[in-house]
């Protein structure tokens, strides 16, 4: 995730500092000047003495030789009013510098809203890598369930749901068949997501557990362990970023993803629990340093659907039917995750 509410914010403030000193002494400026340094139209109608100035959807109006400027939904901002001058509108310089320090918060508003614009499913395992297996019977109640299968066909069945949902956002799946991705190569994929500065990316990595105890079973959700420290800052992309502020934002990035993996970790277990509840154990949430989750620079998970190395579940995780309900409770957790976090007002990094 490369997203950076921080970032938007320093160099909103960056801008309305360096607005602020090209200021120096009051003068006068042509409105139309000042408009196309902003990249903003500006309208104005004689007749009634009013204009407005529009920067994308902000808008700005104002009226002749009165000292109020209407900005956003009515919200009053103080200024030396705007005058014609014959052949020009003049805009003193404190008037400005209040609408470029507005325009300036609402990029900061603008970037502090959580898109998630990519998601990345990746199916654990395949091709020669077949994970855990569970072997159980013989004659025609002989049963084989190898992990790679499991999570191949709960992954590919939550790819296309959410790219059904979802056609607007990128949706990625590190295998579509019986092949071998190495680790790094999942996690590439991952980070070699272009992301805009408040857009993000998930991770969701399906497995299917084993344990030496037969008896054991049950779904689990594991995120990164919170003690674990991460440089998630990328040294390169940071490069023009003051060096002691990066441990700081470095810091507060860590933060941010650790609560946003436990979050989307606990959104998917509840997922799960809603439909496979009833004949699978609810082993809950589980905090460790999976290779997969710790290089991948944004919120992850792994999502563990069952034990096949219990009979029972085993026979399970070889029904279809049981396989699309793990995958409905997977897409379930990342609709739900998504949707709270592109909704809610504001961001968790303020
Ligand atoms: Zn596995």
């Given at each position: 995730?490369?997203?950076?509410?921080?970032?938007?914010?320093?160099?909103?403030?960056?801008?309305?500092?360096?607005?602020?000193?090209?200021?120096?002494?009051?003068q006068?400026l042509?409105?139309?000047?000042?408009?196309?340094r902003?990249?903003?139209?500006?309208?104005?109608?004689p007749?009634?003495?009013?204009?407005?100035?529009?920067?994308?959807?902000?808008?700005?109006?104002?009226?002749?030789?009165?000292?109020?400027?209407?900005?956003?939904?009515?919200?009053?901002l103080?200024?030396?009013?705007?005058?014609?001058?014959?052949?020009?509108?003049?805009?003193?310089?404190?008037?400005?510098?209040?609408?470029?320090?507005?325009?300036?918060?609402?990029?900061?508003?603008?970037?502090?809203?959580?898109?998630?614009?990519?998601?990345?499913?990746d199916?654990?395992?395949?091709?020669?890598?077949?994970?855990?297996?569970?072997?159980?019977?013989?004659g025609?109640?002989?049963?084989?369930?190898?992990?790679?299968?499991?999570?191949?066909?709960i992954?590919?069945?939550?790819?296309?749901?959410?790219v059904?949902?979802?056609?607007?956002?990128?949706?990625?799946i590190?295998?579509?068949?019986?092949?071998?991705?190495?680790l790094?190569?999942?996690?590439?994929?991952?980070?070699?997501?272009?992301?805009?500065?408040?857009?993000?990316i998930?991770?969701?990595?399906?497995?299917?557990?084993?344990?030496?105890?037969k008896?054991?079973?049950?779904?689990?959700?594991?995120?990164l362990?919170?003690?674990?420290?991460?440089?998630?800052?990328?040294?390169?992309?940071?490069?023009?970023?003051?060096?002691?502020?990066?441990?700081?934002?470095?810091a507060?990035?860590?933060?941010?993803?650790?609560?946003e993996?436990?979050?989307?970790?606990?959104?998917?277990?509840?997922?799960?629990?809603?439909?496979?509840g009833?004949?699978?154990?609810n082993?809950?949430?589980?905090?460790?340093?999976?290779?997969v989750v710790?290089?991948?620079?944004?919120?992850?998970?792994?999502?563990?659907?069952?034990?096949?190395t219990?009979?029972?579940?085993?026979?399970?995780?070889?029904?279809?039917?049981?396989?699309?309900?793990?995958?409905?409770?997977?897409?379930?957790?990342?609709?739900?995750?998504?949707?709270?976090?592109?909704h809610?007002?504001?961001?968790?990094?303020?």
């Amino acid at each position: 995730m490369r997203r950076s509410p921080l970032a938007a914010l320093l160099l909103a403030f960056m801008a309305a500092s360096a607005a602020w000193a090209q200021g120096g002494g009051e003068q006068w400026l042509d409105i139309k000047e000042v408009a196309a340094r902003w990249k903003a139209s500006v309208a104005y109608d004689p007749l009634t003495g009013t204009g407005h100035v529009l920067r994308g959807t902000d808008l700005v109006r104002f009226k002749l030789d009165y000292p109020v400027f209407s900005v956003g939904q009515g919200t009053a901002l103080r200024a030396t009013a705007i005058k014609d001058e014959g052949i020009r509108l003049g805009i003193r310089s404190d008037a400005v510098r209040a609408i470029e320090s507005w325009f300036a918060e609402r990029d900061a508003e603008r970037a502090s809203h959580f898109s998630v614009a990519a998601i990345l499913i990746d199916p654990g395992h395949g091709g020669r890598d077949p994970g855990a297996i569970g072997e159980f019977g013989s004659g025609k109640d002989r049963l084989r369930v190898a992990e790679k299968d499991v999570a191949l066909a709960i992954g590919r069945d939550v790819y296309d749901r959410l790219v059904e949902r979802w056609p607007d956002k990128r949706i990625i799946i590190t295998r579509r068949g019986d092949t071998f991705p190495t680790l790094d190569e999942r996690v590439e994929m991952a980070n070699d997501v272009q992301l805009g500065i408040n857009e993000a990316i998930i991770y969701v990595s399906i497995h299917a557990n084993a344990s030496f105890n037969k008896s054991a079973s049950g779904f689990e959700v594991w995120y990164l362990n919170p003690e674990y420290r991460r440089t998630v800052v990328d040294p390169m992309k940071a490069q023009g970023v003051d060096e002691h502020v990066l441990p700081i934002l470095n810091a507060m990035l860590e933060e941010e993803y650790t609560t946003e993996s436990v979050f989307l970790a606990k959104t998917i277990l509840g997922g799960l629990a809603g439909v496979v509840g009833e004949v699978s154990a609810n082993r809950g949430l589980r905090a460790e340093e999976w290779f997969v989750v710790r290089n991948a620079k944004m919120p992850s998970v792994l999502v563990e659907v069952g034990f096949v190395t219990n009979e029972e579940e085993a026979r399970r995780l070889s029904d279809p039917g049981h396989l699309r309900k793990l995958g409905d409770g997977i897409y379930n957790g990342i609709v739900e995750f998504v949707d709270y976090f592109e909704h809610r007002k504001g961001s968790s990094a303020q």
